[in-house]
């Protein structure tokens, strides 16, 4: 069964420029959740889709923004990139959203974000 | 106050000890746990959840949850040097208008020495 994938792995982009990561979750399941990991922070939660809706938000400025298709696959993107906004960008998804409670994540790869 | 909060590392164990990692969260109607690892340069990995007061027991891991201390622990007994890596302690919080959301802590580091 294959796993949570993230495309890409690696990115190096410039400031201002935007950039769009792509989520495609364990077949089955159709909750797909956003974090970014850095040092500093550690994971913070960016959004959660389920059934091509956004469930929840964190709090993240308006440059990031996602979406989710009728095949539960995401995508994240961030416009007006910042110097900030390098990171580890993770997927996760679940079998259902985690107001379900018992369903854990499993997490992707994920995509290092490197904004020069 | 951090929703979040996982004792300060990083924790150095000698092989075969246990060791004891400890989370503690603000949200008192949260309902489940988890803990995750992550390996550096990889991304975390479920290795326990846990919804009711008491241990739950898996191989060498135990967790166990204290919902009136709002407390929560991982401990490994005959720790490896395989187990050395980042230790994340995740809450469900619950989300005034939409439903809930899993909010990590900053994670423990824990090392084995052979």
């Known amino acids: 069964k294959a796993g949570v994938t993230q495309t890409p792995r690696y990115l190096i982009k410039t400031r201002g420029q935007q950039v769009t990561l792509s989520c495609s979750p364990i077949?089955?399941?159709?909750?797909v959740s956003w974090y970014q990991q850095t040092p500093g922070q550690g994971l913070q939660f960016l959004f959660e889709?389920?059934?091509?809706?956004?469930?929840n938000k964190g709090n993240f400025p308006g440059r990031f923004s996602g979406r989710q298709f009728s095949n539960s696959r995401s995508e994240m993107n961030v416009s007006t990139l910042e110097l900030g906004d390098s990171a580890l960008y993770l997927c996760?998804?679940?079998?259902?959203?985690?107001?379900?409670?018992?369903?854990?994540?499993?997490f992707g790869s994920g995509t290092r974000l490197t904004v020069v | 106050q951090k929703e979040v909060e996982q004792n300060s590392g990083p924790l150095s164990v000698p092989e075969g000890a246990i060791a004891s990692l400890n989370c503690t969260y603000s949200?008192?109607?949260?309902?489940?746990f988890f803990w995750y690892r992550q390996y550096s340069g990889k991304s975390p990995e479920l290795i326990m959840s846990i919804y009711s007061n008491g241990d739950k027991e898996d191989g060498r891991f135990t967790a166990q949850l204290n919902k009136a201390s709002q407390y929560v622990s991982l401990l490994i007994r005959d720790s490896q040097p395989s187990d050395s890596a980042t230790y994340l302690c995740?809450?469900?919080?619950?989300?005034?208008?939409?439903?809930?959301?899993?909010?990590f802590g900053e994670g423990t580091q824990l090392t084995v020495n052979p």
């Open positions: 077949s089955g399941h159709r909750s």
């Open positions: 995740a809450v469900n919080m619950i989300v005034e208008t939409s439903g809930s959301r899993l909010t």
């Open positions: 996760a998804s679940s079998l259902r959203p985690q107001g379900s409670f018992i369903y854990g994540y499993t």
């Open positions: 889709y389920f059934s091509e809706t956004q469930r």
């Open positions: 949200d008192r109607v949260s309902q489940s």
